[in-house]
């Protein structure tokens, strides 16, 4: 099943350097049943995307918590999309949430996805909101939908090391 970890820059350093990734809580996103049938409508590519959205929206949440913590943080959402077995759902969390059944390794990794140097402004304002916009704080969802408009550039697996180096 093809599946989208949401990461930071240092998750994708570690990613780099350690050969696997280990989501956070094992959570990931993917196009399951309940995304299926929450949108009605859509063909396999719009469900993917939506899911892989979802997965950049909690890539901001790990921003948000490692700039409390004063991790020196690059504010880039970024989603690794890979290919995995033994994924089971996890309605509790969010229609598309899903729970990994450990570390993914890097050569099922599909692709990367991140933001470009100019979204890195409205992703730092949206990491300091993002629990004010899921409490419906208009303001914050303004803010949160500013980082949102920018699309994640893709990136194939094997351009990691080039794409880190570069940043």
Same mark, same amino acid.
């Given at each position: 099943m093809r599946v989208y970890i949401p990461a930071t820059v240092a998750i994708l350093r570690r990613l780099d350097a350690d050969g696997e990734l280990v989501a956070v809580n094992n959570t990931a996103f993917a196009l399951t049943p309940a995304l299926r049938e929450y949108y009605n409508a859509g063909s396999a590519d719009e469900l993917e995307y939506a899911a892989?959205?979802? =997965?950049?929206? =909690?890539?901001?949440?790990?921003?948000? /918590?490692?700039? =409390?913590q004063d991790v020196p943080a690059l504010p880039r959402r970024a989603v690794v999309s890979a290919d995995v077995d033994g994924v089971t759902p996890r309605p509790d969390l969010d229609h598309a949430a899903v729970r990994l059944?450990?570390? &993914?390794?890097?050569?099922? &990794?599909?692709? &990367?996805?991140?933001? /470009?140097?100019e979204a890195e402004d409205a992703v730092r304002a949206a990491a300091a909101v993002i629990d004010a916009a899921d409490m419906g704080d208009p303001d914050a969802e303004f803010t949160l939908g500013s980082a949102e408009d920018h699309e994640l550039s893709w990136y194939a697996a094997q351009e990691l090391p080039f794409l880190l180096d570069l940043l």
């Open positions: 892989m959205l979802e =997965a950049a929206r =909690a890539s901001l949440r790990l921003i948000a /918590t490692e700039l =409390a059944s450990g570390p &993914v390794p890097l050569k099922v &990794v599909a692709a &990367v996805h991140m933001d /470009t140097p």
